[in-house]
T-cell receptor, first 114, second 115 residues
């Protein structure tokens, strides 16, 4: 595997379910991100981890819970979601301290909340 | 806070022709980075081109070039000799030089290249 991978690619869940999204980066980066992509809206930065420490939490509801066990893996735990949480969830990684801190994106998980 | 605006939700262009996608942004920063990302249908988002605000020269990457107007806070993307594979969502993004984990994106422009 190369780059940034995400599983599952598609997820349908009820509002009472608990599920997790997984992201893995194979680029040796030290920062990872979760974004929410909704139709006709800008990408919303949800969480940032740098050196496995959370450095950004953009007023995300507590029904979204991130976890970064190491620099290669990032999870987003979901529970009691709402239909408006249906979106494409993108993971990205970058190397903090480099000039552009370019972010590399995964393919996303398409989440549908019924 | 920085905001990025893409005023064209959808655009189309004939194959081999040239198209320009618009982007404006709002910031009080003097130095920053600007990016264009491409997201093909059902595929990963990739970086197309980037510009450093302190450089006056417009960035160019093969058929892709930008028109960076710092005073006007404008950063348009020109695609020359459009190809079918250029069909995608295009996102303009802004990033400060410091605290550069926080990248701000526009809402995107859906570009369709027609044969």
């Amino acid at each position: 595997e190369t780059g940034v991978t995400q599983t599952p690619r598609h997820l349908v869940m009820g509002m009472t379910n608990k599920k997790s999204l997984k992201c893995e980066q194979h680029l040796g980066h030290n920062a990872m991100y979760w974004y929410k992509q909704s139709a006709k809206k800008p990408l919303e930065l949800m969480f940032v981890y740098s050196l496995e420490e959370r450095v950004e939490n953009n007023s995300v509801p507590s029904r979204f819970s991130p976890e970064c066990p190491n620099s290669s893996h990032l999870f987003l735990h979901l529970h009691t979601l709402q239909p408006e949480d249906s979106a494409l969830y993108l993971c990205a990684s970058s190397q903090d301290g480099t000039r552009y801190n370019e972010q590399f994106f995964g393919p996303g998980t398409r989440l549908t909340v019924l | 806070a920085q905001t990025v605006t893409q005023s064209q939700p959808e655009m189309s262009v004939q194959e081999a022709e040239t198209v320009t996608l618009s982007c404006t942004y709002d910031t009080s920063e003097n130095n920053y980075y600007l990016f264009w990302y491409k997201q093909p249908p059902s595929r990963q988002m990739i970086l197309v081109i980037r510009q450093e605000a302190y450089k006056q020269q417009n960035a160019t990457e093969n058929r892709f070039s930008v028109n960076f107007q710092k005073a006007a806070k404008s950063f348009s993307l020109k695609i020359s000799d459009s190809q079918l594979g250029d069909t995608a969502m295009y996102f303009c993004a802004f990033m400060k030089l410091i605290n550069n984990n926080d990248m701000r994106f526009g809402a995107g422009t859906r570009l369709t290249v027609k044969p």
